[in-house]
């Protein structure tokens, strides 16, 4: 008989005989007050699985710093357990006090504020509707001082700055830049090669910001859970969360100039080379760099890298991008009442809120704010559900995982960038817009951020973001990732100039 998952469409039972080897041709039906003995009367036996909280987070990595350290783990595994709603990282001393702690939303944390020599237990534990399961642990973890510590974070807090500045506007070149906001030579070479090195990207903000009548203004960047880390052979990698808040200027010389107050947070890991001549010598986001499943492993992995071409059903063909520029309407859908402004309010409100155990993914970050902010509805497919995940006409998650305890709970349209596309332009009373000045609040955008300038770009999208704002024109984007709520798409045609966009407007119903 068929598993009953809530949330699951009602699409009846199946019955068979107790025992097939002794079962005979034929089937008598009796009605349940039918004069037949017990045994013949009909039954229903229902079995339920209790869910209970996740199990212990699996390979638990832990790096000590100077005054703190770096801890990173996967998630647990979903079994018949509901989706993980947080986490708890803690750093207790040996008589038991906690000493530190976080409650990250992804598998990773920065606990700081330890004491240098003194060893510690770290301990992470998984949350979810059910409670807090059992602890993954590593003992005896020691912070040691590192020197160059104070130092180091300095020239990352200036390096994030003199970016800032020059991306703005306010100086012409790295070195002028370098020169006028620090007032240390150590530290001016500290950040001099690595600004010297991207100068031409951070340089064409501002142009290509005035085409568009936009300015970005006062950017300042406020460091927490900062942790130095050493690396051997000398040098030393530094953990930082960036808080960069700005405004966003549109309609700059016009009689319509708006500004728009705006945030971008940031998990960093800078390295930082060792020797007699430190520098910074690149830098990541900290997220991926301490995130451990592999991409052959993780089910979350489709939302990044679209290993799978998404299956349409048979004759329907891939759209082109002139066909999607048209702006013509496709398909059909059975229930259009999508709250657009709705949906806008809930990415900014949640833009870096709970992930619902789905990671940083853009895809379902625009997929639950249409869904808990814009009122849109699940379509799920016939059972057995796990059988569709790839096919784009049906949009749905679950709690409940597949059978073998594969913790695959949602289809792809939910979770990966281009099936989103694909079953907006095909399935649903969808327009894709002429232009982005044609856009709205609660739109969806897509886009290829790495384009590779083929004919397939439709496949090549890899990238989506909810239109937060819209401020003479320019469509300003939440993002799950990397953590913006009013990110100018200037800033995504900065990246490549031949990247293709492309923004749905779904019949906006009461929206």
Not at 50 to 73: F, I, K, Q, Y
Request: glycine letters at 10%.
């Amino acid at each position: 008989m068929q598993g009953w998952v809530t949330g699951a469409p009602n699409n009846g039972l199946v019955l068979e005989a107790a025992n097939n080897a002794t079962a005979t041709a034929g089937a008598a039906y009796y009605s349940p007050t039918a004069s037949a003995p017990a045994a013949n009367l009909p039954q229903l036996t229902v079995a339920y699985v209790t869910p209970t909280p996740r199990g212990a987070p699996p390979n638990l990595n832990v790096t000590p710093g100077d005054g703190g350290v770096e801890v990173s783990w996967n998630a647990p595994r979903q079994g018949d357990t509901p989706g993980v709603t947080g986490y708890t990282a803690k750093a207790v001393t040996s008589a038991g006090t906690v000493a530190a702690s976080a409650t990250p939303n992804g598998p990773s944390a920065v606990l700081t504020g330890l004491t240098n020599g003194q060893a510690y237990t770290i301990k992470v534990t998984a949350t979810n509707a059910e409670g807090t399961g059992p602890a993954a642990t590593a003992t005896g973890v020691t912070p040691a001082a590192v020197a160059s510590s104070a130092a180091d974070i300095q020239a990352v807090q200036q390096f994030l700055n003199s970016q800032t500045a020059l991306q703005e506007g306010q100086y012409p070149t790295a070195p002028a830049t370098v020169q006028a906001m620090t007032n240390n030579g150590n530290q001016a070479a500290m950040i001099g090669s690595q600004l010297n090195s991207e100068q031409l990207f951070d340089a064409s903000f501002t142009p290509l910001f005035n085409a568009y009548d936009v300015a970005e203004t006062g950017g300042t960047s406020a460091l927490s859970n900062t942790l130095v880390v050493p690396v051997n052979g000398g040098g030393a990698q530094v953990y930082a969360t960036d808080d960069l808040t700005y405004n966003t200027l549109t309609g700059v010389g016009t009689s319509t100039q708006a500004s728009t107050g705006s945030e971008a947070l940031t998990d960093y890991l800078f390295t930082i080379s060792g020797g007699s001549s430190p520098a910074i010598t690149g830098y990541v986001d900290a997220d991926a760099a301490t995130y451990q499943v592999s991409k052959a492993t993780d089910s979350n992995a489709s939302a990044t890298t679209l290993n799978d071409i998404p299956q349409l059903p048979p004759g329907l063909t891939p759209p082109s991008a002139a066909t999607l520029s048209a702006g013509s309407e496709s398909g059909s859908s059975s229930h259009t009442s999508v709250n657009r402004a709705a949906t806008a309010n809930w990415a900014v409100a949640n833009y870096n809120g709970s992930d619902d155990g789905f990671g940083e993914d853009c895809t379902d970050f625009a997929s639950r704010a249409i869904y808990y902010g814009g009122g849109e509805w699940r379509s799920f497919p016939p059972a057995p559900w796990w059988n569709h995940i790839s096919d784009d006409r049906y949009w749905w998650f679950l709690k409940g995982p597949e059978p073998g305890s594969n913790p695959l709970s949602w289809s792809h349209s939910w979770a990966v960038a281009a099936d989103l596309a694909y079953h907006f332009w095909a399935y649903q009373d969808t327009y894709f817009l002429h232009h982005m000045y044609n856009a709205d609040r609660g739109d969806i955008i897509f886009a290829d951020l790495n384009p590779d300038h083929d004919n397939d770009a439709f496949y090549d999208i890899n990238h989506t973001g909810v239109i937060s704002s819209m401020s003479n024109g320019i469509p300003l984007i939440a993002q799950h990732s990397p953590g913006r709520k009013y990110e100018s798409v200037i800033r995504w045609i900065n990246r490549d100039p031949g990247l293709t966009l492309y923004i749905t407007n779904e019949n906006p119903g009461s929206g």
